[in-house]
């Protein structure tokens, strides 16, 4: 009410304002004008008297009386009156006898200058144009013939503009304190109050849906916060009722409130240092602006919450193009945008360094040596004087960004840095550094194909702890040290004895962030998808979907399935038409031919197979090959009957457990290779073998035909095993680990 008084006086008072200084200008100039034609009239009028009284100036006081009455009652003159030389009135109009015995001051001017001369003056109280004009005989000065003109007409003129602009203001007043009132009512008090309501109501734990206001509305951003603040409220109040449950029954879930404190302690105050190829937060130009932008990555949810509680810093390469623009002149900024808690660095790289390090030797060379999935890994010397180099920029970075940090801890992301760990520990030996290696590593055999296979080792072998997904990415590892560097292993403890230093190996499988949704946190999703909506979008008579999220990459078998949904549909036919397959295909290193040509072949399959089976609107497999969020991509997970994991070989496959994760009705089949990481944790999914077609499209059916009580048995199972190792149990085991080796000599090391 107060926002409204305040607002309508102040259109009020501007109004008031707008309209006097408006007024008074229409006063002047109108009063300015009537000035100016009452003076011309009054000249002409004077002049033309002139003539007729001169001839007669002579015949004395009567007939000069009987010219001046005779002119006397024309428009607005008030009279005439005859001064003699001296100022002695000579004649005068009836009306004007009692107030014209003393002369204007026109009568001077008029006297000194031999023209005529006019000014407005007073006569008692009223407003008067008095005109002179010499009178003549035999070329000198007989008198004096003044007019007298009534100028009150011009006041008069001037009050009415006045009243006119009061009734005017009044009447816009009234009608702007009523427009006012209503828009404020309608677009900002009711909005407002609708708000504070709903979070009145989100307080007392009884929120519904947020009121969305329209679009373009300026409340817009508030309801955009009020939902992120209900969000956030909804997310702790369920994680305070889930912390309480878990302490009643003795449980240890992980959340990224546990995390945060957790961590802090077990760094003791030291500082911690996140190293990574994807920067956390990107800017890009949109236009004329610079947008912040997240990338969808599970290690931003894992390490983030971490490098918030300790004030930490995340050093990546910047690659985006306003990301330059952004930093300050250390290259340092502080993040997220609107908190501020930890610093991000950022590394620039030139265009040939970013093809030969990342492109090249990492992704062409030991991406696919380590993914054995029949794609032959190109090593170039000038690739790995690359990454070589970038290793080296990233190192010099580091140290710069740990000069002042006692005992830091430093954990560096995959296979894109594995020199870095040796280039810090030598430089910083008292850092305690750990490497996660997120996808595979591949037998002895295999690994030998890298020509630089022991600098990469003895690289990798700087790092105080390893980690890897699996265990059995560890056992190759171990067993890669042991047939090609000189070293001492210790396999009852996991650990590599190089150079006088040790080296600890670990499995630790990375996992998602498994959020338990409440009647709270599901009120505030709105506008998502049934599936009945994306049922009827497939076609209308399909009964069962399928979905499928991949990075087109030729390591997650999308040609193996959809041959599996071809050769399905061949022998159960009953399901065309009812079946429908959608694909979310991102593309992926399209600098790289290999992945350019790959993403075409998989098009080209899907537009095979649909060209076999399309009747009408209705296709088996809808392929999406372009990028999409989680939040595009959710309703399909917990829509889809089943889900296809068919990777050829994966560390671990993040999307398995994020479909089960998404899963809150406890439905769903998830169909999962046996050469993923996580076929090792998710044991109630229905296990397939990618190469074999046969198996796929038998897994298929089995999972559309499975019932529902063992539907709901294998999924509850499995999200309650992706629940309690999920990913910030993941990011707290791994700082704990690193946090508890000793940075002592080796003799003592062994003692642990």
């Not at 992980?254 to 302690?265: E, F, I, S």
């Not at 098009?603 to 009747?615: D, G, K, L, P, T």
Request: charged letters at 25%.
């Amino acid at each position: 009410m107060k926002l409204s008084l305040r607002l309508i006086a102040s259109l009020v008072f501007s109004i008031s304002l707008l309209t006097f200084l408006v007024a008074r200008n229409q006063v002047r100039s109108q009063k300015s004008g009537m000035r100016g034609d009452l003076a011309r009239r009054a000249e002409v009028l004077t002049e033309s008297l002139q003539e007729t009284v001169e001839p007669v100036l002579q015949k004395g006081p009567t007939q000069l009386r009987r010219i001046v009455e005779r002119f006397g009652d024309r428009q607005h003159l008030a009279g005439v009156a005859i001064y003699d030389p001296d100022g002695k009135l000579l004649a005068a109009s009836a009306n004007l006898e009692h107030n014209a015995g003393t002369p204007p001051n026109v009568f001077a001017t008029c006297k000194a200058s031999d023209t005529g001369a006019g000014g407005f003056i007073k006569i008692g109280d009223m407003a008067m144009y008095a005109y002179a004009v010499p009178l003549h005989r035999d070329a000198n000065l007989a008198g004096v013939l003044v007019t007298f003109h009534d100028a009150g007409f011009i006041e008069a003129q001037s009050s009415n503009i006045w009243r006119g602009a009061l009734w005017d203001v009044i009447a816009e007043v009234l009608l702007i304190v009523l427009i006012t009132f209503l828009i404020v009512r309608s677009t900002i008090v009711g909005p407002i109050t609708r708000i504070s309501q709903w979070m009145k109501d989100l307080r007392n734990g009884n929120a519904g849906p947020l009121p969305q206001p329209s679009a373009g509305d300026f409340l817009q951003p508030l309801t955009s916060e009020a939902a992120s603040l209900g969000q956030s409220l909804a997310e702790a109040r369920m994680a305070a009722k889930e912390e309480a449950r878990l302490r009643e029954a003795g449980d240890t879930l992980w959340t990224a409130d546990r995390l945060r404190v957790g961590v802090r302690r077990r760094l003791r105050g030291n500082s911690l240092f996140v190293i990574s190829n994807r920067e956390p937060y990107q800017h890009v130009h949109n236009g004329k602006e610079i947008e912040v932008r997240v990338p969808a990555s599970g290690l931003v949810t894992a390490l983030e919450p971490i490098l918030n509680a300790c004030d930490g810093t995340w050093i990546a390469h910047g690659s985006s193009d306003a990301d330059r623009e952004s930093v300050d002149s250390h290259d340092r900024l502080r993040v997220p945008p609107d908190l501020k808690h930890y610093t991000l660095r950022r590394v620039w790289l030139s265009k040939e360094e970013e093809d030969g390090y990342y492109f090249g030797f990492a992704n062409e060379g030991i991406w696919p040596l380590c993914h054995i999935a029949h794609t032959r890994p190109n090593f170039r010397t000038t690739d790995w004087e690359h990454y070589r180099r970038v290793n080296e920029k990233f190192a010099q970075a580091t140290l710069e960004e740990i000069e002042n940090a006692e005992e830091p801890f430093v954990l560096i992301q995959d296979y894109h840095f594995a020199l870095l760990p040796r280039l810090i520990k030598t430089a910083r030996p008292d850092a305690r550094v750990a490497i996660f290696w997120h996808i595979p590593w591949p037998n002895p055999e295999a690994f030998a194909i890298c020509p630089w296979q022991k600098e990469l080792l003895d690289g990798l072998l700087g790092a105080d702890l390893i980690g890897f997904h699996i265990q059995a990415h560890c056992n190759n590892f171990l067993e890669t040290v042991d047939q090609s560097i000189e070293c001492r292993i210790e396999w009852d403890r996991f650990a590599v004895n190089h150079s006088n230093h040790f080296t600890i190996v670990r499995p630790h499988p990375i996992s998602v962030a498994f959020v338990d949704s409440s009647e709270e946190s599901r009120g505030l999703l709105t506008g998502e998808p049934s599936r009945a909506t994306i049922l009827e979008k497939l076609g209308p008579e399909t009964l069962f979907v399928g979905v499928g999220v991949d990075r087109i990459d030729y390591t997650k078998g999308l040609l193996e399935r959809f041959l599996g949904i071809e050769r399905f549909l061949d022998k159960y036919p009953q399901y065309v038409r009812k079946f429908s397959f959608v694909q979310f295909g991102a593309p992926s290193r399209t600098n790289i031919k290999r992945y350019k040509d790959f993403f075409f072949e998989v098009e080209a399959e899907a537009q095979r197979i649909n060209a076999r089976f399309q009747v009408d609107r209705w296709k088996p497999i809808v392929f999406y090959g372009q990028h999409h969020d989680h939040h595009e991509i959710n309703p399909y997970y917990r829509a889809a009957d089943l889900c296809l994991v068919t990777s050829l070989h994966d560390g671990m496959n993040l999307v398995a457990k994020e479909f089960v994760a998404a899963r809150e009705d406890e439905d769903g089949v998830l169909v999962l290779s046996q050469f993923t990481g996580a076929i090792r944790e998710l044991r109630d999914a229905i296990p397939v073998n990618p190469y074999d077609i046969e198996q796929l499209a038998e897994s298929i059916r089995r999972a559309l035909e499975m019932s529902p009580e063992e539907r709901r048995a294998r999924m509850k199972r499995m999200r309650r095993t992706v629940r309690e190792h999920n990913v910030y149990r993941w990011a707290a085991d791994l700082i704990s680990e690193l946090a508890e080796i000793r940075l002592d000599a080796p003799e003592l090391t062994e003692k642990r």
